[in-house]
C-alpha cells in the first residue's frame, strides 16, 4: 500500500474545508505539515486531486472519484482502532438536523442512543436544509434528517414520517376562531416566514407557486421559535409544522388557522451520501430513529413529553 491514513486524513480534511489552514485545524496539524502529506499522495501516485485557486482547493473530477472510497477507508479504520482498543461503543457519528427534528425529535433520540451505547460520541449539528444538504455533499457529516424536498444526484433519500405545516396567529387575531380561512383572506396579512433555503419555506413556496406574490414576508427569521414569539407578540401570521406547534395550540397561545386551499404536506426524510459507508453507528441510529417513530403515521402524532 503506497499511501498512508494521514495522508488520507489530510486528503478529506482539505476536500471538506478547500482551505489547507482550516483542514490543518481540523486536523490539529501545522499547515506545512497538511500541505504536505496531500503533497505526497499526488505525488506518489501522480495525480492531482484538487484545482488551484489561489489559497483554495477545489476537488477535480479525480477528486471527487476517490473522496468517497478515502471516507471509507477513515471510517473502517476508525471501527478497527476502537475494536483492537477494546472499546464496546458504535463510534462516533457526525448528524445534521432541521430544526423542527432538531429541536423537538432529535435531543429524545439522541439521548437514548447514548444511554445504549455510553462509549459512543454523537455531533449534532442543526442547520436548514439547503445547509444539511451541501454538508453531506462535503462528507462533512454521516447522516442529514431533514424537512421537505432534497433533490440531489449525490445524496439518497429514504422517507422516515409524514409531517404537517399549518398557518397560525395569536389568539387575538381577527381571524383566530375561524372554522376555515381563504386564501383571499390570508394572503395580505403580515406573514412571519422561515428564511429561504428551509424546508418550511420551500413547503410554502410549493404551496403557493400557482399564485406568484402572494404571501411577502414581513419578517424573516431562521429560528423556530423566533416565529413563534413573533406571531403570539401580534406581529402577523405564521407558517410551521404542527408538530412545532402543538404545545402553543394546547396552551392557547397560539391558534391553528385551518386553510383548506393550500396543501402543505411534506415528509421528514434520512439522507446520506449515496458513496457514504454505513458504519455500525449509522445503522444502529438509524434503527433508533424509526422504533422512536413507530405508530405515528404523522409527525405531532409521535408521543413527546409535554411542555408546560
Not at 505539515?33 to 476537488?59: P, V, Y
Not at 442547520?127 to 434528517?145: F, P, Q, V
Request: aromatic share 6%; glycine share 6%; net charge negative.
Amino acid at each position: 500500500m503506497r499511501f498512508t491514513l494521514r495522508q488520507i486524513q489530510a486528503f478529506v480534511a482539505i476536500a471538506r474545508s478547500d482551505n489547507v489552514s482550516r483542514a490543518a485545524e481540523a486536523l490539529s496539524l501545522s499547515q506545512s505539515a497538511t500541505s504536505a502529506a496531500l503533497a505526497e499522495l499526488e505525488n506518489q501516485f501522480d495525480q492531482q486531486l484538487f484545482d488551484r485557486h489561489g489559497k483554495r482547493l477545489r476537488l477535480n473530477e479525480q477528486g471527487r472519484l476517490v473522496l468517497p472510497h478515502a471516507v471509507e477507508l477513515l471510517d473502517r479504520a476508525e471501527e478497527m482502532d476502537a475494536l483492537l482498543r477494546g472499546e464496546r461503543g458504535l463510534g462516533s457519528l457526525r448528524v445534521g438536523a432541521t430544526l423542527t427534528i432538531g429541536n423537538y425529535l432529535l435531543p429524545l433520540i439522541v439521548s437514548g442512543f447514548l444511554q445504549s451505547h455510553p462509549e459512543s460520541r454523537v455531533k449534532l449539528q442543526v442547520y436548514n436544509t439547503s445547509t444539511i444538504a451541501a454538508m453531506l455533499r462535503r462528507y462533512e457529516i454521516d447522516l442529514g434528517l431533514v424537512e421537505g424536498q432534497v433533490t440531489d444526484v449525490e445524496l439518497e433519500v429514504e422517507h422516515w414520517v409524514e409531517d404537517e405545516l399549518v398557518v397560525f396567529c395569536a389568539p387575538e387575531h381577527a381571524l383566530a376562531g375561524r372554522e376555515t380561512v381563504s386564501l383571499a383572506e390570508i394572503a395580505d396579512e403580515p406573514w412571519i416566514m422561515r428564511e429561504r433555503g428551509s424546508g418550511t419555506r420551500e413547503t410554502l413556496n410549493q404551496a403557493l407557486r400557482h399564485r406568484p406574490g402572494a404571501m411577502v414576508p414581513r419578517l424573516e427569521l431562521e429560528h423556530t421559535e423566533a416565529v413563534k414569539r413573533a406571531v403570539e407578540s401580534g406581529l402577523g401570521l405564521g407558517c410551521l409544522s404542527r408538530l412545532a406547534l402543538r404545545d402553543a395550540f394546547r396552551r392557547g397561545s397560539l391558534v391553528a388557522l385551518e386553510t383548506p386551499e393550500l396543501d402543505l404536506r411534506r415528509s421528514f426524510s434520512f439522507v446520506w451520501h449515496r458513496g457514504k459507508y454505513h458504519s455500525a453507528a449509522i445503522r444502529r441510529f438509524l434503527e433508533d430513529c424509526r422504533a422512536f417513530t413507530a405508530g405515528a403515521e404523522r409527525s405531532h402524532e409521535i408521543h413527546l413529553p409535554l411542555v408546560r
